[in-house]
C-alpha cells in the first residue's frame, strides 16, 4: 500500500508498505542486474550506506543461474542474503538493447541469450512466472521499450501492444499468487507507461493503464538517447494522468540532476546504473561537481572524496590513496568509489524527502544544483 504523506508542489513525499518492509518515498534504487552491485558491493555495505531497495534484472537471472535455481534456494531474498525490498525489472528493456538478438511478436519475444546463444521466449506470462520464481517485493510489466526515434506509426503499434500486454501480466500475476507454492503471494505489480517523445501517445497509454488498478506505475523509454529537454517536456504532460495515490517511478534516470528535476515533476522512484558504473571508472560524486580520482592534482591528496561525508571511503581513505588503488587496478579502489557514490545518492533522497517534509523543495533544488554545477 502506497501512502502520499506530504505534496510540495508537484513533488510527493511517500511511503509504499511492502511485505519486505517500508520504503520512504523518493527513493534511489541501487541496481544490482545479477543480484549483486558490480564493484564488489555486498549486501552488508548496502545496510551500511542506507539502500531502501535492490533492483535486479529478470533476463539477466533467468539467464544465470536461472530463476528456477533460484526458486529452490528460496527466492532471491534469501539467495542474495537481502531482507528489504527488491525490484525486478521485466526483461522489456532487452527487448530494446538486445535488438540485433530478437524478434518481437504478439505472443511476446524471442531472444538469442547473449552470453551463449541460445534461443530463449519471454512472453508476458513467462515474464511473470520468472518474476515470481525470483520472489522480488516488486515485478515489472512486460513491455516493449521502443527506440525513442521511432516514427509515430510503430510507436502507436508498440504501446497498444504493451498495453494488452499489460493485462496479460495483471491477469497471471493474480494467479501465481494465488499458487500455494508462490514464494510471495504479495508481489506487486506496476504496468509501464511508453511512447517515446509523443506527447499524445504517452498521455493517452497513461490515462489507459491508469484505469487498471495497479500496485505503481513506471515512466519508461526515457533516458535512452533523447535530449533532457524532451525527457522533462515528456513527464510534465504525462505524470499529472498518472494516479497521485500510487508510486510513479521514472526507469533507468539518472543524474543527481534529472533526478531532482523529476521529483519536481511528481516522480518517486529512480534507479539508474551511473552510480556503479561511474564509480568503477573513478569518477565520485560530490556536493561540488564531480571529480575524476584519476586526475594528477589528487596524486597528494590526503583529503576525504568529501569532507564530512559518512561514506565507509570517506570515513577512513584519502583521495590519494583512492587514485592509487584506481591507477594499480586493485578492485578495492573500485569499491570504495561506488560505495561513495551510491551513499551520496543515497543521502541525496533522504535530503529531498526533508525538503518535502519541510515544504522547502523548490529552495533545496535551486541549492543542490548550483552544487552540482560547480567543477571540481
Given at each position: 500500500?502506497?501512502?502520499?504523506?506530504?505534496?510540495?508542489?508537484?513533488?510527493?513525499?511517500?511511503?509504499?508498505?511492502?511485505?519486505?518492509?517500508?520504503?520512504?518515498?523518493?527513493?534511489?534504487?541501487?541496481?544490482?542486474?545479477?543480484?549483486?552491485?558490480?564493484?564488489?558491493?555486498?549486501?552488508?555495505?548496502?545496510?551500511?550506506?542506507?539502500?531502501?531497495?535492490?533492483?535486479?534484472?529478470?533476463?539477466?537471472?533467468?539467464?544465470?543461474?536461472?530463476?528456477?535455481?533460484?526458486?529452490?534456494?528460496?527466492?532471491?531474498?534469501?539467495?542474495?542474503?537481502?531482507?528489504?525490498?527488491?525490484?525486478?525489472?521485466?526483461?522489456?528493456?532487452?527487448?530494446?538493447?538486445?535488438?540485433?538478438?530478437?524478434?518481437?511478436?504478439?505472443?511476446?519475444?524471442?531472444?538469442?541469450?547473449?552470453?551463449?546463444?541460445?534461443?530463449?521466449?519471454?512472453?508476458?506470462?513467462?515474464?511473470?512466472?520468472?518474476?515470481?520464481?525470483?520472489?522480488?517485493?516488486?515485478?515489472?510489466?512486460f513491455d516493449e521499450c521502443p527506440s525513442s526515434v521511432a516514427d509515430r506509426k510503430y510507436m502507436a503499434n508498440s504501446v497498444a501492444r504493451t498495453s494488452r500486454w499489460l493485462k496479460r501480466c495483471k491477469d497471471e500475476m493474480a494467479r501465481l499468487n494465488s499458487l500455494p507454492d508462490t514464494i510471495n503471494p504479495h508481489?506487486?505489480?506496476?504496468?509501464?507507461?511508453?511512447?517515446?517523445?509523443?506527447?499524445?501517445?504517452?498521455?493517452?497509454?497513461?490515462?489507459?493503464?491508469?484505469?487498471?488498478?495497479?500496485?505503481?506505475?513506471?515512466?519508461?523509454?526515457?533516458?535512452?538517447?533523447?535530449?533532457?529537454?524532451?525527457?522533462?517536456?515528456?513527464?510534465?504532460?504525462?505524470?499529472?494522468?498518472?494516479?497521485?495515490?500510487?508510486?510513479?517511478?521514472?526507469?533507468?534516470?539518472?543524474?543527481?540532476?534529472?533526478?531532482?528535476?523529476?521529483?519536481?515533476?511528481?516522480?518517486?522512484?529512480?534507479?539508474?546504473?551511473?552510480?556503479?558504473?561511474?564509480?568503477?571508472?573513478?569518477?565520485?560524486?560530490?556536493?561540488?561537481?564531480?571529480?575524476?580520482?584519476?586526475?594528477?592534482?589528487?596524486?597528494?591528496?590526503?583529503?576525504?572524496?568529501?569532507?564530512?561525508?559518512?561514506?565507509?571511503?570517506?570515513?577512513?581513505?584519502?583521495?590519494?590513496?583512492?587514485?592509487?588503488?584506481?591507477?594499480?587496478?586493485?578492485?578495492?579502489?573500485m569499491r570504495l568509489c561506488v560505495l561513495h557514490n551510491l551513499y551520496f545518492y543515497n543521502t541525496m533522497m533522504e535530503e529531498i524527502r526533508d525538503a518535502i517534509d519541510a515544504g522547502e523543495y523548490r529552495q533545496y533544488k535551486k541549492r543542490k544544483l548550483e552544487k552540482l554545477s560547480q567543477k571540481s
Amino acid at each position: 500500500m502506497y501512502e502520499l504523506i506530504k505534496k510540495d508542489g508537484l513533488a510527493k513525499r511517500g511511503r509504499l508498505h511492502t511485505v519486505h518492509g517500508t520504503v520512504e518515498t523518493p527513493v534511489f534504487m541501487n541496481v544490482g542486474t545479477a543480484a549483486a552491485i558490480k564493484g564488489a558491493v555486498s549486501t552488508d555495505d548496502l545496510r551500511q550506506i542506507k539502500t531502501q531497495v535492490e533492483l535486479s534484472n529478470t533476463y539477466h537471472l533467468h539467464v544465470r543461474p536461472g530463476d528456477e535455481i533460484v526458486k529452490k534456494l528460496g527466492g532471491l531474498h534469501r539467495f542474495m542474503n537481502w531482507d528489504k525490498p527488491i525490484l525486478t525489472d521485466s526483461g522489456g528493456f532487452q527487448v530494446f538493447s538486445l535488438a540485433s538478438l530478437r524478434k518481437i511478436k504478439e505472443e511476446g519475444v524471442h531472444f538469442h541469450s547473449h552470453i551463449d546463444g541460445r534461443k530463449i521466449f519471454m512472453g508476458p506470462e513467462e515474464s511473470m512466472q520468472i518474476q515470481s520464481n525470483l520472489a522480488s517485493t516488486i515485478a515489472m510489466a512486460f513491455d516493449e521499450c521502443p527506440s525513442s526515434v521511432a516514427d509515430r506509426k510503430y510507436m502507436a503499434n508498440s504501446v497498444a501492444r504493451t498495453s494488452r500486454w499489460l493485462k496479460r501480466c495483471k491477469d497471471e500475476m493474480a494467479r501465481l499468487n494465488s499458487l500455494p507454492d508462490t514464494i510471495n503471494p504479495h508481489q506487486l505489480l506496476f504496468g509501464i507507461n511508453q511512447g517515446g517523445i509523443y506527447e499524445d501517445i504517452r498521455v493517452e497509454h497513461a490515462q489507459q493503464i491508469a484505469e487498471m488498478d495497479l500496485d505503481g506505475y513506471a515512466v519508461g523509454g526515457l533516458a535512452v538517447g533523447e535530449s533532457h529537454e524532451d525527457m522533462y517536456r515528456i513527464l510534465d504532460a504525462v505524470v499529472p494522468h498518472l494516479p497521485k495515490d500510487k508510486p510513479t517511478y521514472l526507469m533507468g534516470v539518472g543524474t543527481p540532476a534529472n533526478i531532482l528535476e523529476a521529483v519536481d515533476r511528481g516522480v518517486d522512484f529512480f534507479d539508474c546504473v551511473y552510480p556503479s558504473r561511474n564509480g568503477r571508472h573513478g569518477h565520485v560524486y560530490t556536493n561540488h561537481g564531480k571529480m575524476n580520482l584519476f586526475n594528477a592534482k589528487y596524486e597528494l591528496d590526503e583529503r576525504p572524496i568529501e569532507e564530512g561525508c559518512g561514506c565507509p571511503a570517506c570515513r577512513s581513505y584519502s583521495r590519494a590513496y583512492i587514485r592509487h588503488l584506481l591507477k594499480a587496478k586493485e578492485m578495492l579502489g573500485m569499491r570504495l568509489c561506488v560505495l561513495h557514490n551510491l551513499y551520496f545518492y543515497n543521502t541525496m533522497m533522504e535530503e529531498i524527502r526533508d525538503a518535502i517534509d519541510a515544504g522547502e523543495y523548490r529552495q533545496y533544488k535551486k541549492r543542490k544544483l548550483e552544487k552540482l554545477s560547480q567543477k571540481s
